[in-house]
């Protein structure tokens, strides 16, 4: 099994995404993150859930978290306006995590060992050619889990 029999399509935005929008993508489709990527279509970072999670809870409540019970839901609701209009470049963290990159013809046990070291849930599969070097596609931590217990 080689990567880029494991790679599948996977969302992504850019660094000028709307915020909102890629906080919408994750909802929406359950992801623990999504893939950022340049200009170019090449993997730059992946920008986690949580991070967006972050950026909604305002910097006074996490430094004193009883002031969240304080906070009625109608408030709450306007925590989501902090996102809107903000491109995706400005929401990364500052310790950007850089996507893990894999060559198409890796081993599933080389995916796997790339993904233990970056502890990374992705891992993006680029085709490295300099005259073509495009993204294939992802390979997820729970996708490389069910094809190696489909194995045994």
């Given at each position: 099994?080689?990567?880029?029999?494991?790679?599948?399509?996977?969302?992504?935005?850019?660094?000028?995404?709307?915020?909102?929008?890629?906080?919408?993508?994750?909802?929406?489709?359950?992801?623990?993150?999504?893939?950022?990527?340049?200009?170019?279509?090449?993997?730059?970072?992946?920008?986690?859930?949580?991070?967006?999670?972050?950026?909604?809870?305002?910097?006074?409540?996490?430094?004193?978290?009883?002031?969240?019970?304080?906070?009625?839901?109608?408030?709450?609701?306007?925590?989501?306006?902090?996102?809107?209009?903000?491109?995706?470049?400005?929401?990364?963290?500052?310790?950007?995590?850089?996507?893990?990159?894999?060559?198409?013809?890796?081993?599933?046990?080389?995916?796997?060992?790339?993904?233990?070291r970056e502890r990374s849930p992705?891992?993006?599969?680029?085709?490295?050619?300099?005259?073509?070097?495009?993204?294939?596609?992802?390979?997820?931590?729970?996708?490389?889990?069910?094809?190696?217990?489909?194995?045994?």
């Open positions: 099994m080689r990567a880029r029999d494991l790679a599948v399509e996977y969302p992504s935005v850019s660094l000028d995404s709307d915020t909102l929008d890629a906080a919408r993508l994750l909802a929406d489709r359950h992801l623990p993150g999504v893939l950022v990527l340049k200009e170019d279509g090449t993997p730059h970072a992946i920008l986690p859930a949580s991070r967006l999670v972050k950026l909604l809870v305002p910097d006074y409540v996490i430094e004193d978290p009883t002031l969240a019970a304080v906070v009625d839901e109608r408030h709450a609701d306007r925590l989501c306006r902090a996102l809107s209009g903000r491109p995706v470049r400005d929401a990364l963290p500052k310790e950007r995590q850089i996507p893990p990159v894999c060559d198409p013809d890796d081993t599933a046990l080389e995916v796997a060992a790339l993904m233990a992705l891992v993006a599969v680029v085709n490295k050619d300099k005259a073509d070097a495009r993204l294939l596609g992802v390979i997820t931590a729970a996708h490389l889990l069910e094809r190696l217990l489909g194995v045994t």
